[in-house]
């Protein structure tokens, strides 16, 4: 670093021979794979998930070392990031070999990325405005609870109890996706073609429910209780849901299999599915222990997670660069 950090990114020696250690045996994954992402006295960097290797700047932001970073998005392609801090939304596009400087985008959060990079939806004074990669961002004339934007420039938003498919360049001319929309936290996967969503009704309660949005017919299928969709593995395979006894879980999205860590929030999956990025402390909560730890994802029972980075407070993600 350009100088002293408070900021710790060197792996403690026990835990990266723990790491080491547990991918020698038959039953444990590999070491984790990819790059932590996380804004270091306003700037963003990337370190390596295993612990090897040197951390580096890969964006400038123009934030004040002291501004508080509530989110770090990366988008499943790995080509877009998106930071949200309490002076605003900042993007770059990133590229494994250069610094870039981030642009700053006319609106708050939540943020919600396109799984292909190719923009996000934000908050405006008067409903959600779309920012395209390269382009001018667009007032868009939704008001939507739940609202996500898809590959391409489309977007998936509820609007009077049922689910609709537009351009966010035409965003008046829609295509009728299902007779059900969830009232928060939708959140499509990565290919498109499957979405999971927050639904509370009176006959069933409260859960998440998983469809598909690409047959015409979006049945639903209880995923989980009472809980919030995170993110998604790039592959499709994990959901990480944060429920409502403060756990981090990941649940198969076929199958159903679930692991939890109890006292942890989770940040995001890693690209391969194998790993987990969880925090103790958020904006929302802060604690102590603001470390970042990594845990696989294997087995019936949650493993133990190993801390990575020291005094993250609790905003990063995981960037497997194209």
Same mark, same amino acid.
Not at 59 to 87: F, I, W
Not at 213 to 222: E, K, Q, S, V
Not at 260 to 273: E, I, K, M, P, R
């Given at each position: 670093?350009?100088?002293?950090?408070?900021?710790?990114?060197?792996?403690?020696?026990?835990?990266?021979?723990?790491?080491?250690?547990?991918?020698? &045996?038959?039953?444990?994954?590999?070491?984790?794979?990819?790059?932590?992402?996380?804004?270091?006295?306003?700037?963003?960097?990337?370190?390596?998930?295993?612990?090897?290797?040197?951390?580096?700047?890969?964006?400038?932001?123009? &934030?004040?070392?002291?501004?508080?970073?509530?989110?770090?998005?990366?988008?499943?392609?790995?080509?877009?990031?998106?930071?949200?801090?309490?002076?605003?939304? =900042? $993007?770059?596009q990133l590229h494994p070999d250069q610094v870039r400087r981030a642009a700053r985008?006319?609106?708050?959060?939540?943020?919600?990325?396109?799984?292909?990079?190719?923009?996000?939806?934000?908050?405006?004074?008067?409903?959600?405005?779309?920012?395209?990669?390269?382009?001018? =961002?667009?007032?868009?004339?939704?008001?939507?609870?739940?609202?996500?934007?898809?590959?391409?420039?489309?977007?998936?938003?509820?609007?009077?109890?049922?689910?609709?498919?537009?351009?966010?360049? !035409?965003?008046?001319?829609?295509? !009728?996706?299902?007779?059900?929309?969830?009232?928060?936290? &939708?959140l499509p996967s990565p290919a498109g073609d499957r979405a999971v969503g927050f639904? %509370?009704?009176?006959? %069933?309660?409260? =859960?998440?429910?998983?469809?598909?949005?690409?047959?015409g017919r979006a049945i639903r299928r209880t995923l989980a209780g009472p809980s919030?969709?995170?993110?998604?593995?790039?592959?499709?395979? $994990?959901?990480?849901?944060?429920?409502?006894?403060?756990?981090?879980?990941?649940?198969?999205?076929?199958?159903?299999?679930?692991?939890? $860590?109890?006292?942890?929030?989770?940040?995001?999956? %890693?690209?391969?599915?194998? =790993?987990?990025?969880?925090?103790?402390?958020? !904006?929302?909560?802060?604690?102590?222990?603001?470390?970042?730890?990594?845990?696989?994802?294997?087995?019936?029972?949650?493993?133990?997670?190993?801390?990575?980075?020291?005094?993250?407070?609790?905003?990063?993600? $995981?960037?497997?660069?194209?």
């Amino acid at each position: 670093m350009r100088r002293r950090s408070r900021f710790c990114f060197a792996l403690a020696a026990a835990a990266a021979a723990s790491l080491c250690a547990q991918s020698a &045996l038959a039953e444990e994954p590999a070491p984790p794979a990819g790059q932590i992402v996380l804004v270091v006295e306003g700037a963003l960097w990337a370190t390596a998930a295993n612990g090897e290797g040197t951390p580096r700047p890969i964006a400038e932001l123009g &934030l004040g070392a002291d501004q508080v970073v509530g989110a770090v998005h990366v988008s499943p392609a790995g080509n877009l990031a998106v930071v949200e801090s309490e002076v605003g939304i =900042h $993007w770059v596009q990133l590229h494994p070999d250069q610094v870039r400087r981030a642009a700053r985008a006319p609106c708050g959060g939540p943020v919600r990325l396109a799984p292909d990079g190719s923009g996000f939806l934000c908050s405006g004074d008067d409903g959600l405005v779309y920012q395209p990669v390269g382009w001018r =961002h667009r007032e868009l004339p939704l008001t939507s609870t739940a609202a996500a934007a898809l590959a391409d420039g489309e977007l998936l938003y509820r609007d009077q109890k049922q689910l609709w498919r537009a351009s966010s360049a !035409r965003p008046r001319k829609r295509t !009728r996706v299902a007779d059900h929309a969830p009232i928060a936290h &939708l959140l499509p996967s990565p290919a498109g073609d499957r979405a999971v969503g927050f639904y %509370s009704e009176p006959d %069933s309660g409260e =859960h998440i429910y998983a469809f598909r949005i690409d047959d015409g017919r979006a049945i639903r299928r209880t995923l989980a209780g009472p809980s919030m969709p995170m993110s998604w593995s790039a592959d499709g395979r $994990w959901l990480l849901v944060r429920d409502t006894r403060k756990r981090a879980c990941v649940i198969r999205s076929v199958g159903g299999e679930t692991l939890c $860590w109890n006292g942890y929030t989770g940040l995001a999956v %890693s690209a391969d599915g194998n =790993h987990v990025l969880l925090t103790r402390s958020t !904006r929302e909560a802060p604690a102590k222990d603001r470390s970042l730890y990594v845990a696989p994802i294997l087995g019936v029972s949650a493993k133990k997670p190993q801390a990575i980075v020291q005094n993250a407070w609790g905003a990063a993600a $995981w960037w497997t660069p194209e």
